[in-house]
């Protein structure tokens, strides 16, 4: 049971060039989630998605396409990358449930830098 | 709005040496609050967690509780280790804006010294 993969760990793109950055979950978990995490900003919601086939903007969307490829996979697609887009990217799956038990499980991040 | 704050950085102590990491919020009805653990070179961890007011929760040697009344929960610790090392997230969740949103403080870094 891995939990929640990403790659890659690292990644330089220069300005204008496009990548997509991958994750997967193990856990049978619905929904899953990207964030952003700058210094001294904490972790953003990039995208969501609450479900297989849905994806929902969060609080930083613009620069950013996902997609829901099936239940394990979700993938952030960067078209266009700026400076701005520099940035360590995290992948959360979540566990739904009770309150109690309701809780994200995040992967190891990829580190991005855009020149 | 909803948002999270919690003690500048980096916080450094001795082994054994108590631990408080401040955390206040704000935030429209009754969220849910966690702290969330990074270690070096690795994704976050949830650490502990509380869902409703006057609850502590605890693992690790670590506690907090949500105080309603002060809009608080500050993560504690007895007697640290060097192993306890990393940055400190504490979040919220609340439903809003039609999805159940985490909403994280800024981060705070411990380093613990032999």
């Known amino acids: 049971n891995a939990g929640v993969t990403q790659t890659p760990k690292f990644q330089v793109l220069k300005t204008g060039q496009s990548m997509t950055l991958q994750c997967a979950q193990d856990?049978?978990?619905?929904?899953m989630y990207w964030y952003r995490q700058d210094p001294g900003m904490g972790l953003r919601l990039i995208y969501y998605?609450?479900?297989?086939?849905?994806?929902d903007k969060g609080e930083v969307p613009n620069g950013y396409n996902v997609s829901r490829l099936n239940k394990r996979e979700f993938s952030l697609r960067l078209e266009s990358a700026a400076p701005s887009q520099t940035s360590v990217y995290f992948c959360?799956?979540?566990?739904?449930?009770?309150?109690?038990?309701?809780?994200?499980?995040f992967g190891p991040g990829t580190r991005l830098t855009v020149l | 709005g909803d948002s999270v704050t919690q003690m500048e950085g980096p916080v450094t102590l001795s082994e054994e040496a108590c631990l408080t990491i401040?955390?206040?919020?704000?935030?429209?009805?009754?969220?849910?609050l966690f702290w969330y653990v990074q270690y070096p070179g690795e994704g976050l961890q949830l650490l502990l967690k509380?869902?409703?007011?006057?609850d502590k929760g605890s693992n690790k040697g670590f506690e907090a509780t949500y105080r309603k009344e002060t809009t608080s929960f500050h993560l504690e610790k007895g007697s640290v280790q060097v192993s306890d090392s990393a940055v400190y997230f504490c979040?919220?969740?609340?439903?809003?804006?039609?999805?159940?949103?985490?909403?994280f403080g800024a981060g705070t870094r411990l380093a613990v010294h032999p």
């Open positions: 959360a799956s979540r566990l739904r449930g009770r309150e109690s038990t309701d809780t994200q499980y």
């Open positions: 856990m049978n978990h619905n929904s």
């Open positions: 998605s609450a479900s297989e086939g849905t994806t």
């Open positions: 401040n955390c206040t919020y704000t935030a429209t009805g009754y969220p849910s």
């Open positions: 509380a869902t409703k007011a006057d």
């Open positions: 979040a919220l969740r609340l439903f809003s804006g039609g999805y159940n949103k985490l909403i």
